[in-house]
């Protein structure tokens, strides 16, 4: 844990035990943003990394009142933001490297197995069971995709942006090549969505 981080700063995981899926997570409630973010700003430097964890945070937030888990959005919100702490420094290592720096910065079990199910059975064996961890396993790739979209308005912005012009990009393969489609589709098939409520909650979100 680096010297600066006050033992007073770390995330507490102590509320309590709740089933999922027949395991059992400790929900971390008190979740300090100020100490996520430290976190995030000590292994990411580069622009693009820290407003691509920005938006995920964004975007978690937004589906978990969207979702009904409004309590939660605090814990969505930091495994947004925290979900490639490891990618910057350590890409060989994604969602590998991640456990040993969340819980050497006091995080809970619970926010490391979702923070790791982003790699399933690209980089680990963790599955996605929480819905927390589906959406985030569905709109990683496919925000930075809309943003690609987006860019290319005239606005730059997701404000006046509709499904079917994400659609028509999302149709070429060469278009934001990096936003693996195979992933995306996985994703809201984990949900149980198609495609355009994916993309048409996913823009919500980005709007909010
Ligand atoms: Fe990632
Ligand atoms: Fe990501």
Do not use: Q
Not at 42 to 53: L, P, Q, S, V, W
């Amino acid at each position: 844990m680096p010297a600066w981080l006050p033992s007073a700063a770390r995330i507490t995981s102590d509320a309590g035990l709740v089933a999922i899926r027949g395991r059992e997570f400790l929900m971390s409630t008190a979740i300090d943003r100020g100490h996520a973010e430290a976190l995030l700003r000590t292994y990411n430097k580069e622009d693009y990394h820290i407003r691509h964890a920005l938006t995920v945070e964004k975007v978690m937030r937004w589906f978990a009142g969207e979702l009904g888990y409004a309590r939660e959005k605090d814990f969505w919100g930091a495994v947004g933001l925290l979900h490639d702490i490891d990618f910057e420094m350590f890409p060989e290592e994604h969602c590998r490297k991640a456990p040993e720096i969340l819980r050497e910065a006091g995080f809970g079990e619970d926010l490391i197995h979702a923070v790791c199910s982003h790699g399933y059975e690209l980089t680990v064996d963790v599955k996605p069971e929480h819905m927390m961890e589906k959406v985030l396993y569905a709109v990683d790739e496919l925000t930075g995709l809309i943003g690609a979209v987006a860019l290319m308005r005239p606005s730059k912005s997701v404000m006046d942006l509709e499904v079917k012009s994400v659609k028509k990009k999302y149709k070429i393969p060469n278009f934001a090549a990096g936003c693996s489609r195979p992933v995306i589709e996985k994703g809201a098939a984990m949900l149980g969505w198609d495609l355009d409520e994916l993309i048409g909650k996913t823009i919500l979100a980005m709007r909010s």
